[in-house]
């Protein structure tokens, strides 16, 4: 009779490893889908900024594959390196490195939308004094748009292109405008688009708004190149001291390998070592929102 219990007990206790086990992967599923929708919905979103022609699956596929390589190199660099390999050390070291490196596309993707920002920003300016001259000729406001779009400067040429074809699609130049301040998120810009709708309802000079918004864009560019080299060693530090454990994490991987194989070797030690990641994270967050000055 003890036995048949036995038995049993051990039978619901598989079952209920069993049905547990399919409730992790099916909740790891749901999570892993619902994170993939939303990270494909984003870089679709920031490869139509950069006007790249490339499907957002691709660049999941390749985040992937980054991280796959990252930590098959991770690993080899460390076989070959270290001489007291373990399986714990080598499985934590790839798993760093997989985390490390999966921010690489999307962190690449937001720096071409940067730059390309702050290009469009630096021919803004002299965009505003070629419609204020175009003005001046006698031109419409869309002729004045149509000469910025018919000059070859990428990216200015572009965005003002898609304006036209908005405009010529039957949406009103308002309209058009706003959807241009969306899609670019310039400030310099907004404050033209509206500048422009303004004039437009309480018929304002356009060709004097348009001179001093290019004095005070100029103004505010060469306030944000004075910033942002003062900031310079700020941001700069920010790297160093994010580096700096690292570093020091392999340092020691060769002058104590013992020491950094007790740490490795135990859960306490590997948690450890994960605060210590997190809290460098922050750090180097902290630091780059402080030398992040807004004008």
Do not use: H
Request: charged fraction near 20%; aromatic fraction near 10%.
């Amino acid at each position: 009779m003890i036995e048949y219990g036995q038995i049993l007990a051990s039978l619901c206790a598989g079952l209920a490893v069993m049905f547990a086990t399919l409730v992790i992967i099916e909740f790891a599923a749901y999570v892993s889908s619902r994170y993939k929708e939303r990270y494909l919905r984003e870089t679709s979103i920031e490869l139509d900024d950069v006007l790249l022609q490339m499907p957002a699956g691709r660049i999941f596929d390749l985040t992937l594959a980054i991280c796959g390589l990252s930590s098959f190199l991770a690993v080899a660099i460390f076989g070959i390196s270290s001489t007291s390999w373990s399986w714990p050390k080598a499985a934590f070291i790839a798993v760093l490195a997989a985390i490390a490196s999966f921010p690489i596309p999307r962190a690449y993707l937001k720096f071409l939308r940067k730059r390309r920002l702050q290009k469009f920003n630096e021919q803004l300016e002299d965009a505003l004094n070629s419609m204020s001259s175009a003005l001046k000729a006698g031109f419409s406001i869309n002729q004045a748009i149509e000469v910025i779009a018919s000059e070859n400067r990428n990216p200015i040429s572009i965005e003002f292109r898609l304006l036209l074809q908005e405009i010529r699609l039957g949406v009103t130049l308002d309209q058009a405008l706003e959807n241009m301040v969306k899609r670019l998120e310039s400030e310099d810009f907004e404050l033209v688009a509206t500048a422009i709708l303004t004039a437009r309802q309480t018929g304002g000079e356009l060709t004097v708004i348009f001179e001093r918004l290019s004095a005070m864009i100029r103004e505010r560019m060469r306030i944000t190149g004075k910033l942002r080299a003062l900031t310079a060693q700020g941001k700069m530090q920010s790297y160093v001291v994010g580096a700096m454990p690292f570093l020091l994490m392999i340092i020691m991987n060769y002058i104590a390998p013992e020491m950094m194989s007790s740490f490795f070797n135990s859960m306490t030690g590997i948690f450890m070592i994960l605060g210590v990641v997190g809290l460098v994270i922050a750090g180097f967050l902290v630091i780059k929102k402080i030398t992040n000055i807004d004008i």
